[in-house]
Structures are given as C-alpha cells and as structure tokens.
C-alpha cells in the first residue's frame, strides 16, 4: 500500500481518479486543494491550472472523507504558457509546489499524487515537474482514456457530481446544478453535434462531486445563485456561487 495525497479541485475527475488509487491498492492520507484569494468578489480566475469555481466548498471534501484538508491561496499566474514548464517566478505552479511541499512536511511517508488529468498535456506536464522536485509519483489513472466511456463509468461507478460552471455552445445557465447523470444525454449529444468533450477537457463545463463511494457524508447544497464570467448569446460563461452548504451523514 503507498499513502498517497490527492491534489483535486473537488471535481468528478480528481474524485474518481482518487477512487482509481483506492482501487488499486493506495491508501488517502491528505487532500490539497489551491484557491483564489478569498477577498476577491470572484471565484473564477480563468486559471490555466487550476480549477477555481467551487473553491469554497472543497473544504468539505476532507471532512467527507475524514481526512487532513490543505490549501494554499493561488498568488502566481500563468507567466510560463508553453506545454513544457521549467521553475518560473511567479507562475501559478509555484503555488502547487508551496501547497505539495506544505503536506509532504505534514506527512513525510506521502510517496505519490492522486491526479484527474485526463488530456490536458499542459497541466500534466506542471504536476508532473512538481512531483519530480518533491520526489513523488504522479497517478492518472485517466490518462487518454476515452471520455465517452469514462464519463459513463463515473456516473455507474457512483460518482454523483454537479455542473458547477458552462462555458460551450449549447450550454447555459439551466444546466448548473444538474447531476452527471441528468446531463449525460445531453452533453453526447452536443459531442456528437459540435465535437463537445464528453468529460468537459475542452473547458465545457466543471463539476463538483457531492457524494461518492469515499465520502463519509455527503454535501448539500441548500443555496446557491448563478453568477455571469462572460455574455455571449450563444456559449455564455456562467457558473454558481455557493451561499449555504452543510453535510449528511449517509
């Protein structure tokens, strides 16, 4: 068994990845999350590695799972944009080597990072450099896998999560807040009709996992408002702003 820590964004990617450990033998011992600052107005940053939307609430993924909970504000930006990443000042992946670097102090038996990556070279290859430098193994049990299955798999498999944020043609502000499940049809048949990603790595929409297998207790969502990034009457950038959640025990 190695102990592993999971650096997620509370999404259906990073929790099922995170299952995939489970599965194969990995024990959770720590979870890592970077957010936007928490003066700002704004939970979007159009961050380029991390996903920001929902922030507030990944704090309760730990306590779902009853595990350690970790988080460091994202301070950098994306000042290196190209595929391969050498150490930038400055550049938001320094952030995810401050936040690794902060648990694998708390927990120095940590050997490896539960990864969602499913197809992004770009945000593979940040995890990856981090995971070099702190002598860590990167797991992406996603990786290239084909997302028409992969997002059925998820949904049989128990991941019940939500769409938090639309940003692609045929999506809207009624969609937010609607299971996996409830927009599967959906979203296959924008895939087929305009080439949408099935599992959202083209940026179509983010999700937020409220219950799964790993969870102790779920979230509930007992209110949230709709909040507008971006107007385009065909493919506008909404995404919902939580304002009062609690936990269930299951």
């Known amino acids: ?12 990617d990073s929790t099922y990845n995170m299952m995939k450990c489970v599965e194969n033998g990995h024990e959770i011992v720590a979870l890592a999350h970077a957010h936007p600052p928490r003066s700002g107005a704004a939970e979007e940053l159009d961050s380029f590695l991390f996903q920001t939307v929902g922030s507030s609430v990944v704090r309760l993924v730990g306590e779902c799972m009853q595990v350690p909970y970790y988080e460091r504000e994202i301070r950098g930006t994306a000042v290196s944009q190209t595929l391969d990443y050498a150490e930038t000042l400055d550049d ?9 670097s902060e648990v694998q102090r708390m927990h120095p038996d940590i050997s490896a ?15 990856q450099h981090v995971c070099k430098r702190l002598g860590l193994e990167m797991l992406a049990y996603l990786w290239h896998r ?15 999560a939500v769409l938090i ?5 045929g999506l809207g502000p009624d969609d ?9 049809p959906k979203l296959m048949s924008l895939h087929k009709k305009f080439g949408l990603h099935p599992c ?6 983010e999700t937020l996992t409220l219950d799964c297998p790993l969870y102790k207790k779920r979230i509930i969502v007992d209110e ?9 009457d065909y493919a506008p950038v909404v995404y919902l702003n939580f304002k009062n959640v609690h936990l269930e025990a299951k």
């Open 224 to 232: 949230s408002v709709v909040v507008t990034h971006s107007k385009d």
């Open 1 to 12: 068994m190695v102990d592993i820590g999971r650096r997620g964004s509370g999404g259906k």
């Open 200 to 205: 959202g790595e083209g940026g179509e929409y």
């Open 165 to 169: 944020k639309v940003a692609a043609l």
């Open 92 to 100: 938001e992946t320094e952030d995810l080597f401050a936040l690794l």
């Open 146 to 160: 084909d997302q028409t299955e992969l997002l059925h798999e998820m949904i049989n498999q128990g991941v019940h």
């Open 113 to 127: 990072v539960s990864v969602g990556a499913i197809f992004s070279s770009y945000q593979g290859n940040r995890v």
């Open 176 to 184: 937010l807040g609607k299971t996996l499940e409830e927009m599967e």
